[in-house]
């Protein structure tokens, strides 16, 4: 009796366990609909273009990350930009600003120095020395943009993290349909209003999506991950229009003041 005991035990736990991991694999699993992306391949150019951003300051002399999100490197121009959104480390900023890096699929870590943000947008745009911008991996950079329809298929990407970890999981690019539109008019200091493009996605985000692209069928940019309802039915990303205007904004000022553009 006891002996049938424990085999039942072990077939139960071991019903419970598969459960588990069923569960926990449900959000990846919707990704191999389409046959576009997988987040299981790494070599998948939908991945390859989605960044892991991990944020920490400085205790003493111990470093502790503080907050994990997503990112990507777009080519504008001659330039290449590094992109999140400003929430994944703003909270952070106390007097200093914290360390902020980027590590590609491979996991080559870069670390970035912040040269503008649009708060209203919730972008953060950020640069690499020189010497390391010989580094980044020609497949990982996002060298087009486009505008997402209604009714478009999208794809949202970023890397997963489990809630409390202190690194990141997988990266992931869900396949996601835009649904609507909303613009906000916001007051610029010393020019005219700004217009904000947010696009509602059906299907919602993953906890660390925050900052990672949006892409469309051709890889082209159509925004970056912002915002999951508080149901998880629906995400909202901001237009890659802001993007630019950040980006046309920023080179605006830089030739204002006389200073270099930096590289890369």
Known sequence: MKRSTAVLMVILMSIIIACF?????????????????????????????TYSVVVSTLHGKEKE??????????????????ITAYHVFSKYING??????????????????????????DIALFTIPQKDARRILPETIITATGIADIDEAVYACGFVY????????????LPRTARGKVEKQVARDGGPNETLHYVIIEGGLEYGFSGGPMLNKDKALVGVNVM??????????????????????YMSTLKEDGRTIPTP
Do not use: H
Not at 98 to 105: A, K, R
């Open 65 to 82: 990350i503080v907050s994990l999100g997503s990112g990507f490197a777009l080519q504008s121009g001659s330039k290449i930009y590094f």
């Open 162 to 173: 489990a809630l409390g970890a202190k690194g990141p999981l997988l990266p992931a690019c």
């Open 21 to 49: 991991l069923i569960n926990k694999s449900k959000a990846y699993d919707e990704t191999k609909q389409g046959g576009i992306v997988s987040s299981f391949d790494i070599k998948n150019p939908f991945l390859q273009k």
């Open 228 to 249: 999951v309802t508080r149901a998880g039915q629906f995400g909202i990303f901001i237009s890659s229009k802001n993007i630019n205007a950040l980006i046309v904004s």
């Open 96 to 121: 200093n600003m914290p360390t902020i890096d980027f590590y590609d699929y491979r996991g080559t870590m870069y670390t970035m120095q912040l040269i503008a943000k649009d708060t209203d947008a």
